[in-house]
């Protein structure tokens, strides 16, 4: 039998990041080469496509492409699932599901919001000094939120609060999660 993280430390991590982060909501970003945030944090391992993973209030949802969708089961946590075709691969029928600006506005995410986006890594202050704060995640997901929380709500980069080598939630690691290692 292989070691797992159970659902109960899962629901601590979610727990620990939305205490961490001071955000109406916090959007997590993955795929199949930057996994690691979802996984730590769902047990999703995204194959094929992009996935997010959208923390709200009230709501934790899973936007997932149709190749994704099958991997639910492995998630031992309560959680919403939106099909969201537009994470689908290219030349597969991507209708049949709300786009990802609709999906998000269906969660509640709208203007005013305050969004903590985790993406992949986080940069130092002295490595941007661009007009609007640096996230590493696409520019799709990010501007789409950016979007939708308008010129009255803030999108800024929260992923140290997962990543961060001194302080960051990853970096502290239980005796399941070393046995998974």
């Known amino acids: 039998e292989l070691p797992a993280i159970s659902g109960a430390e899962l629901e601590a991590r979610i727990a620990a990041l939305k205490e961490a982060v001071d955000a109406d909501w916090i959007v997590i970003y993955g795929d199949r080469e930057h996994s690691a945030n979802l996984i730590y944090l769902s047990n999703l391992d995204?194959?094929?496509e992009?996935?997010?993973f959208v923390l709200g209030p009230d709501s934790r949802t899973l936007l997932l492409g149709k190749e994704d969708v099958g991997y639910v089961p492995i998630v031992p946590i309560d959680v919403d699932v939106v099909l969201c075709p537009t994470f689908s691969l290219m030349g597969i029928d991507r209708g049949g599901g709300p786009t990802l600006e609709q999906a998000l506005r269906q969660l509640g995410?709208?203007?005013g919001a305050q969004i903590g986006v985790v993406g992949w890594k986080a940069l130092h202050a002295d490595e941007w000094n661009g007009r609007r704060p640096a996230i590493f995640a696409p520019a799709f997901f990010v501007d789409t939120l950016r979007d939708l929380a308008g010129?009255?709500?803030?999108?800024f980069d929260a992923t140290a609060a997962l990543t961060n080598p001194r302080s960051g939630l990853r970096t502290f690691a239980s005796a399941d999660q070393i046995a998974i290692f």
């Open 46 to 48: 995204p194959r094929f």
């Open 151 to 155: 010129d009255s709500g803030s999108v």
């Open 50 to 52: 992009e996935a997010l």
């Open 109 to 111: 995410i709208g203007a």
